[in-house]
């Protein structure tokens, strides 16, 4: 079992805009900004898309953004293309023996 | 631009150590603002950080606690490298290991990935 709670599959139409959430708690993503989201396609190594909640590293289209709200994260992808068919993974520090911790992934399928 | 290129056995016997090396270009092991990070995916564990080593003024490390008895992450300077060794290795030890670039606690940069199955 993860140490943050993810949706395990969320679908939208292209065009279309999904938010996947992520849960915690107070000692990771409720107590600190320190969340990032992963984008992985089947084979491939994870790719940042969102680093310290809601920041997008260069290169990463503005149709992606983060929000946080508590315990809980989210990712809100707008405009949805075929492209961001992927699994989601979101990560945050915490403040204990395990210093990073994620969560079991969501896979995105684009109707 | 950052690459990493990881190299090292597929294969490992139980209770053997499971060795892994990440050459870095595009930037320094020894950059002060960054953090040398590995981390492993595997179905049943889902993605696990274990552990990274960095450069503030000294070399500084931090392991994950579930493997912290078993695990060593060292930097090389001569060679712009950093590698990562797992002792005592058991199946549950098999999984993708990646390595990756930190900074501060996200990780921006990662390696192609090795997987590493433990099987006699």
């Known amino acids: 079992q993860s140490a943050l709670t993810q949706p395990a599959s969320v679908s939208g139409s292209p065009g279309q805009s999904i938010t996947i959430s992520c849960t915690g708690t107070?000692?990771?993503?409720?107590?600190?900004?320190?969340v990032s989201w992963y984008q992985q396609h089947p084979g491939k190594a994870p790719k940042l898309m969102i680093y310290?909640?809601?920041n997008r590293p260069s290169g990463v289209s503005n149709r992606f953004s983060g929000s946080k709200s508590g315990n809980t994260a989210s990712l809100t992808i707008s405009g949805l293309q075929a492209e961001d068919e992927a699994d989601y993974y979101c990560?945050?520090?915490?403040?204990?023996?395990?210093?990073?911790?994620f969560g079991g992934g969501t896979k995105l399928t684009v109707l | 631009q950052v690459q990493l290129q990881q190299s090292g056995p597929g294969l490992v016997k139980p209770s053997q150590t499971l060795s892994l090396t990440c050459a870095i270009s595009?930037?320094?092991?020894?950059?002060?603002?960054?953090?040398w990070t590995w981390i492993r995916q595997s179905p049943s564990r889902g993605l696990e950080w274990l552990g990274r080593?960095?450069?503030?003024?000294?070399?500084?490390?931090d392991y994950a606690v579930s493997v912290e008895s078993r695990i060593t992450i060292k930097p090389d300077t001569s060679k712009n490298q950093f590698s990562l060794q797992l002792n005592s290795v058991t199946p549950e030890d098999t999984a993708v290991y990646y390595c990756?670039?930190?900074?501060?606690?996200?990780?921006?940069?990662w390696g192609q990935g090795t997987l590493v199955t433990v099987s006699s």
């Open positions: 310290e909640v809601n």
């Open positions: 990560g945050s520090y915490r403040s204990s023996d395990t210093l990073v911790v």
């Open positions: 107070s000692s990771d993503i409720g107590g600190y900004n320190f």
């Open positions: 080593t960095y450069s503030r003024s000294t070399w500084r490390t």
């Open positions: 990756a670039r930190g900074s501060s606690w996200d990780l921006n940069y």
């Open positions: 595009g930037d320094s092991v020894s950059n002060n603002n960054a953090a």
